[in-house]
C-alpha cells in the first residue's frame, strides 16, 4: 500500500536519500537545515522526519539520532521522487567507443560489456546468455576429436554457438559422420531448441541402419545438445573490486554477504531469469527485501534484456541499496541497447 505523502514530506524523504546515498551515515534534521537551505527549521524538518519514520519510509539505527532509507522510503523515492535517468555525454561515448570497437565473438562481447557496466556504475554487473530454448538451429557440424569422440557444433540463428561432446563406444566412420551431418540439417535447420526436443524421434525415423550407433547416441542424447545452458554457464558477473570499495563493506559481516553473493552466483541468475519471463522490454528494479532471497536483502538489483535475433539475455546491476538508482539505471538501459546493436552488426 502506498501512503500519499505531503510536497513537504516528498521533499524532506528526497534530501535524506540524496544525502545518504552521498555519504553512508544517518541523515539528521540539523544537517538537512543546514546544507538545504529549505527554510524549514531543525525541529520542523525532525517532526516530518518522524512522521515519515512512523509510516516506515525511514529507519531509526539505534546508535544514531540521524535517519537512514527504508526498501519502502527508497521504493517511493524510485516511483515517485527520483531524477529521469540519465549519464554523462562523457560515460555515454566510453560506452558506445568500448563497444563499437569490438568485432568479435559474442561471448568475448559479453564479457566485455558486463566489465564497461561495472566500471561506470562501480557496482557488480551481470550479463546473462541467451536462452536458447527459443533459440532456432541455423547450422549443426559434426567434427571428429578421437576414435570414439564427436564434437557437436550448433550455430544460431543469431549468431550464437554452443558445442557439446559426444563419445561412442565403437570408432566412427567418418564417411558416415557427414552423412548424419547433412541428415540432421535437412531435418534439423529452421527449428527452435524446443521443437527439436520434442520431435527429434519423429524427424529421424527413417534413418540408413547403418548410422544406428551415431543416431542411438543423439537420440540418447537429445535433451542434453538442444537444451538450455546449466545454470553456472549462464552469467558473467564481474566487479568486485568496484563494490567491495563502498562505506558498507567495511563491515565485517557484509563483506561476508557480497563474497557470498558473487560465490553463489545462481542466486543472481535466478532472479534475472525470472525478469525476462515476467517484465520483458521495462527496466525491473528490485530493492532489499523485494528480492526473493534473503541473500540479496541488503542489496537492489536493476535489469534490462538485450535482444540476440529472436532470444533475449539480460544485463543487471547488483549493488548496495544506498546506489545512485537514476545513473544505474540509465547505465544498464543504455548498455541493453548498444549490446543488441553490437551483437546485430557482428553477426
Not at 153 to 164: A, P
Not at 259 to 278: N, R
Not at 290 to 314: A, C, H, P, R
Request: charged letters at 25%; glycine letters at 4%.
Amino acid at each position: 500500500m502506498t501512503t500519499e505523502l505531503t510536497e513537504r514530506e516528498k521533499s524532506i524523504l528526497r534530501y535524506v536519500i540524496h544525502q545518504f546515498i552521498l555519504t553512508a551515515n544517518p541523515v539528521g534534521s540539523r544537517y538537512i537545515s543546514k546544507k538545504y537551505n529549505i527554510g524549514y527549521s531543525p525541529a520542523t524538518i525532525r517532526n516530518i522526519m518522524s512522521d515519515l519514520e512512523d509510516i516506515g519510509y525511514l529507519g531509526h539505527p539505534h546508535t544514531s539520532a540521524g535517519r537512514i532509507p527504508t526498501d519502502r522510503g527508497y521504493r517511493f523515492y524510485v516511483d515517485s521522487l527520483m531524477e529521469p535517468p540519465a549519464l554523462k555525454s562523457a560515460e555515454k561515448k566510453y560506452i558506445k567507443k568500448s563497444l563499437d570497437a569490438i568485432s568479435i565473438e559474442t561471448d568475448e562481447l559479453l564479457k566485455i560489456t558486463s566489465t564497461i557496466l561495472s566500471d561506470i556504475t562501480k557496482h557488480l554487473a551481470c550479463v546473462t546468455y541467451p536462452n536458447f530454448d527459443k533459440a532456432i538451429l541455423e547450422n549443426l557440424q559434426l567434427v571428429s576429436i578421437s576414435g570414439n569422440r564427436v564434437l557437436v557444433v550448433l550455430t544460431i540463428r543469431s549468431g550464437m554457438v554452443k558445442t557439446i561432446t559426444l563419445e561412442f563406444n565403437s570408432t566412427i566412420n567418418n564417411k558416415h559422420l557427414q552423412s548424419i551431418q547433412h541428415l540432421l540439417n535437412e531435418r534439423l535447420s529452421g527449428l527452435k531448441f524446443s521443437e527439436i526436443r520434442k520431435s527429434f524421434r519423429e524427424r529421424i525415423r527413417d534413418y540408413k541402419s547403418d548410422y544406428k550407433p551415431i543416431i542411438r547416441v543423439f537420440l540418447d542424447s537429445v535433451n542434453e545438445i538442444f537444451t538450455d545452458l546449466k545454470v553456472s554457464e549462464k552469467a558473467i558477473i564481474t566487479g568486485a573490486k568496484n563494490i567491495i570499495k563502498h562505506p558498507e563493506f567495511e563491515d565485517q559481516e557484509h563483506f561476508q554477504s557480497i563474497i557470498e553473493l558473487i560465490e553463489d552466483k545462481d542466486v543472481i541468475i535466478h532472479i534475472m531469469d525470472d525478469h525476462l519471463k515476467l517484465h520483458r522490454d521495462d527496466v525491473t528494479i528490485k530493492i532489499g527485501s523485494e528480492n526473493k532471497d534473503e541473500k540479496l536483502n541488503d542489496f537492489s538489483m536493476v535489469i534490462k534484456e538485450y535482444k540476440m535475433g529472436q532470444i533475449t539475455g539480460s544485463v543487471g546491476i547488483v549493488g548496495p541499496k544506498r546506489m545512485e538508482y537514476s545513473k544505474t539505471v540509465a547505465a544498464v538501459i543504455y548498455v541493453a541497447e548498444l549490446l543488441s546493436k553490437a551483437i546485430q552488426k557482428n553477426n
